[in-house]
């Protein structure tokens, strides 16, 4: 599935410069750290905006994948939304855009916690994830690129160990901060919607080899100022209003069980808007149930057959409660 596919940084490189070159007209603002590590800011002091959160998108893909911006078709709640496709799911959602690598400094009122997402997890390696998913990227001339749901700069020791990890020195190093409650913050987490899926497709225990492509769309939700209720609308962009389409090898009854096990509602946490859950919850989100995190309506197509198999539903109604 990976033996062919070269430096999932390389791929990204042009666009990470591209959104480098472009920072003024895009509303972000790039600094080097003391050390030389190359920061994008994407919403902390400066507006950032939609299009950097698409492109952010993009390079969290590591350029594997598409993210454009579409006039919804299907939900009266939003009048836009955003479709991610890939030709190589497994790699672009679970290798490079999924926020697995956790990233810690400090202690107390000056710790630093952030999950890193982007081609630098797949240089690194740290996350037992890749113990499944066969791929490295060893490319030694290659930049990394991470990016971090935060708001703050992360301190000089992390930035350090960061790059030592990833292999390269601290200048071609590039991390992009998109806090949550910016526009530019909330565009790049809908655009998982895909890679919710493919992590839910996983949880299941269903055969990564056998995700041969993949599609996704959701909705773009407002922003807001605090935290909880920008992190709460992301959520329901995907859970009550994303859709995905998985196209599988493999047998009919497989399919069949993915697509019935993977939508949100599957879960019984399902029902209200996130924010509301997770203050329940006791703000752990280890105490959510973990089949919650899906998309709201899924197909699966099974390759081997031809045959489609669909289960979820899109829900307004609890939309229109999240983003109102």
Known sequence: MTAMIPSLNRLA???????????????????????GVRLVDAGRQVAG???????????????????????????????????VATAQPVLACLGSQYAGWSLAHGEGKEAFFALGSGPARARAGKEELFREIP????????????????DKIPPLPLL???????GVAPED??????????????????????????????FLGFP???????????????????????MGRT?????????????????????????????SSASADYGQPFAQTFKAAGYDFYKIDPLLFAPARV????????????AGQLDPSLLERSFA
């Open 13 to 35: 490189a042009p666009l990470v410069e591209d959104l480098v070159r472009r920072a003024p007209e895009l509303r972000l603002a790039v600094t080097r750290a003391e050390n």
């Open 49 to 83: 905006g939609i299009e950097a959160g698409r492109l952010i998108a993009e390079i969290c893909l590591g350029g594997l994948g598409r993210v454009e911006i579409n006039p919804a078709q299907t939900s009266p709640v939003w009048p836009w939304e955003l479709s």
């Open 135 to 150: 791929y490295r990227d060893h490319a030694e001339d290659a930049p990394a690129c991470l990016v971090l749901e935060t």
């Open 160 to 166: 350090d160990k960061i790059a030592r990890d990833c």
């Open 173 to 202: 190093l590039t991390l992009i901060l998109t806090p949550t409650s910016s526009l530019a913050g909330s565009v790049q987490v809908v655009a998982r919607v895909l890679e919710v899926a493919l992590h839910k497709a996983h």
């Open 208 to 230: 990564l080899a056998h995700i041969v492509d993949g599609l996704g769309t959701a909705p773009i939700c407002p922003p807001a100022p605090d935290f909880l209720t920008a």
């Open 235 to 263: 959520n329901d962009a995907i859970l009550f209003g994303g859709r995905v389409h998985l196209f599988v090898a493999g047998e009919d009854a497989a399919a069949e069980d993915l697509a019935r096990r993977m939508p």
């Open 299 to 310: 197909t699966v197509t099974c390759l081997t057959s031809g045959r489609s198999f669909h």
